[in-house]
């Protein structure tokens, strides 16, 4: 979980990765958020997979 949440300050910014995890809701994670996604019991890094393809992650940052 820890490199998952680098990942995310990362790409976003320490301050947007929290808002972007609580409320962005995507269709690839059932309708949830990336932290509902969590809490249902997905695993960091297929989360952080659709996140970076949703997203359009730069391939050096997936």
Do not use: I
Request: hydrophobic share 45%; proline share 3%; aromatic share 12%.
């Amino acid at each position: 979980m820890t490199v998952f949440w680098q990942r995310m300050a990362e790409h976003f910014g320490p301050g947007y990765a929290e808002t972007f995890a609580r409320d962005h809701v995507m269709s690839e994670l059932g309708g949830r958020t990336v932290n509902e996604a969590l809490d249902a019991g997905w695993e960091a890094k297929d989360v952080w997979r659709v996140v970076c393809a949703v997203m359009d992650v730069p391939g050096e940052r997936r």
